[in-house]
């Protein structure tokens, strides 16, 4: 099961925090991804973290701006979202597997498990 949370409106520049609660899954093997959906748009990646490591990968456009990260004593996964822009605006959605590997990480296909997504909206 996944919870994400954080969402809100921002004005650009600003920043933001997403969480996504994970639970049910064997975290030895989980990956954890972060993808986002605006208006009119298809669905894209983010960003995603190996739970056990840390490895990540990001898409260009949020590198060096978004930070995903990973407390395993809270199960808990994070977005860090900084020098937001206009066009981050969308809803945000956390997504895991377990049957994952790197390559794969950005392929939102590949993920069986998504959580209800939290919208993110930078203003002017």
């Known amino acids: 099961q996944l919870q994400a949370s954080g969402g809100g409106v921002v004005q650009a520049g600003g920043s933001l925090r997403l969480s996504c609660a994970v639970s049910g899954f064997t975290f030895g093997r989980l990956i954890m991804g972060w993808f986002r959906q605006a208006p009119g748009k298809e669905r894209e990646f983010v960003s995603a973290?190996?739970?056990?490591?840390?490895?990540?990968r990001y898409r260009d456009s949020v590198k060096g701006r978004f930070t995903i990260s990973r407390d395993k004593a809270k199960n808990t996964g994070y977005l860090e979202m900084k020098n937001l822009k206009l066009e981050d605006t969308a809803v945000y959605y956390c997504?895991?597997?377990?049957?994952?590997?790197?390559?794969?990480?950005?392929?939102?296909?590949?993920?069986?498990?998504w959580g209800q997504g939290t919208l993110v909206t930078v203003s002017s």
């Open positions: 973290i190996m739970w056990n490591g840390g490895s990540a």
């Open positions: 997504a895991a597997d377990t049957r994952l590997i790197y390559s794969s990480m950005a392929n939102g296909n590949e993920y069986d498990y």
